[in-house]
């Protein structure tokens, strides 16, 4: 199939469009990279007894102090979007629209996620958030770097959204 050349500045030889081409990239890393960290947030929940505190690292304070199955929960619920991040790559690497279906769903899924981990003290009932010491906290260089892939993986799907089929 023949891809106009008024649609995609630049094609790769195998006929994908380069900003897929880096969208796969991208989502092949933040599928990885999120397994990685699921089973880690996984496995550390059961061998700590579902102890909370392996999360301190990943995101806010408050959370440290939870108990129970909210853990095992949240590294589920990443692992199952990394996996659909690797299922995105595999059909945008094909060219394939239902990749950049998933793969925009997925990068908005993600974003709110984040959000929702970030923000959930207040729903919680915990007070307000210190804007200063969330911003000075170790956690949020993980959540802005998963922000920041998923806004570029959305950007660059977008891009080359016409060159899918």
Same mark, same amino acid.
């Given at each position: 199939?023949?891809?106009?050349?008024?649609? !995609?500045?630049? =094609?790769?030889?195998?006929?994908?469009?380069? +900003?897929?081409?880096?969208?796969? =990239?991208?989502?092949?890393?933040?599928?990885? /990279?999120?397994?990685?960290?699921?089973? *880690?947030?996984?496995?550390?929940?059961?061998?700590?007894?579902?102890?909370?505190?392996?999360?301190?690292?990943?995101?806010?304070?408050?959370?440290?102090? /939870?108990?129970?199955?909210?853990?095992?929960?949240?590294?589920?619920?990443?692992?199952?979007?990394? =996996?659909?991040?690797? =299922?995105?790559?595999?059909?945008?690497?094909? +060219?394939?629209?239902?990749?950049?279906?998933?793969?925009?769903?997925? +990068?908005?899924? +993600?974003? !709110?996620?984040? !959000?929702?981990?970030?923000?959930?003290?207040?729903?919680?009932?915990?007070?307000?958030?210190?804007?200063?010491?969330? /911003?000075?906290?170790?956690?949020?260089?993980?959540?802005?770097?998963?922000?920041?892939?998923?806004?570029?993986?959305?950007?660059?799907?977008?891009?080359?959204?016409?060159? *899918?089929?």
């Amino acid at each position: 199939m023949q891809i106009p050349k008024q649609t !995609v500045s630049r =094609v790769t030889a195998e006929g994908r469009s380069t +900003s897929i081409t880096v969208a796969t =990239v991208l989502f092949f890393t933040y599928g990885v /990279l999120g397994i990685i960290g699921a089973f *880690l947030i996984i496995g550390g929940s059961i061998m700590l007894g579902m102890s909370a505190s392996i999360l301190a690292y990943f995101i806010p304070i408050p959370y440290a102090q /939870l108990s129970g199955v909210l853990p095992g929960l949240f590294g589920i619920v990443w692992l199952l979007i990394s =996996v659909f991040g690797i =299922v995105a790559g595999v059909e945008l690497w094909r +060219s394939r629209k239902i990749g950049g279906k998933i793969g925009i769903a997925l +990068s908005s899924i +993600s974003i !709110v996620f984040i !959000v929702i981990i970030a923000f959930l003290p207040m729903y919680l009932g915990q007070g307000s958030i210190n804007y200063s010491s969330l /911003l000075a906290s170790p956690y949020i260089t993980p959540m802005i770097l998963i922000i920041t892939l998923n806004l570029l993986s959305l950007a660059f799907t977008l891009i080359g959204w016409r060159s *899918l089929f």
